[in-house]
């Protein structure tokens, strides 16, 4: 199993971005698909998570009513919408996907994660 994210970029603060993520290799039909982040000098920090099923959410409260997560079943893919932008959104983004369904709380959690894809770097300029 592949992920690939995309989407990172340069912007300023207020401006939009929308990161994707595309797994390769095989179909998901339970779990979840989840975004984290890295500023720098920091750990690595949870973003958001959607369930593949019945696409139920989860999201840092740094982000709520600013970020929004979605998947595509049909693309085997998730996104991640980010609107507003801070500079304190600036890091290195990660998707990663749960293969098995767990209780909500196991998705905020980087170490129940069985698949990570490259990072996609997201800068924010005052």
């Known amino acids: 199993v592949q992920l690939q994210a995309s989407g990172g970029g340069l912007v300023q603060a207020g401006d939009s971005l929308t990161l994707s993520c595309a797994a390769y290799g095989r179909t998901f039909s339970s779990g979840a698909v989840g975004w984290f982040r890295q500023p720098p000098g920091s750990e690595r920090e949870f973003v958001a998570a959607?369930?593949?099923?019945?696409?139920?959410?989860y999201y840092a409260d740094s982000v709520k009513g600013r970020f929004t997560i979605s998947r595509d079943n049909a693309k085997n893919a998730g996104y991640l919408e980010m609107t507003s932008l801070k500079p304190e959104d600036t890091a290195l983004y990660f998707c990663?996907?749960?293969?098995?369904?767990?209780?909500?709380?196991?998705?905020?959690?980087?170490?129940?994660?069985?698949?990570w894809g490259r990072g996609t770097q997201v800068t924010v300029s005052s």
């Open positions: 959607i369930t593949w099923t019945r696409g139920t959410t």
């Open positions: 990663a996907v749960q293969e098995n369904a767990r209780a909500g709380s196991y998705y905020l959690r980087s170490s129940k994660y069985d698949y």
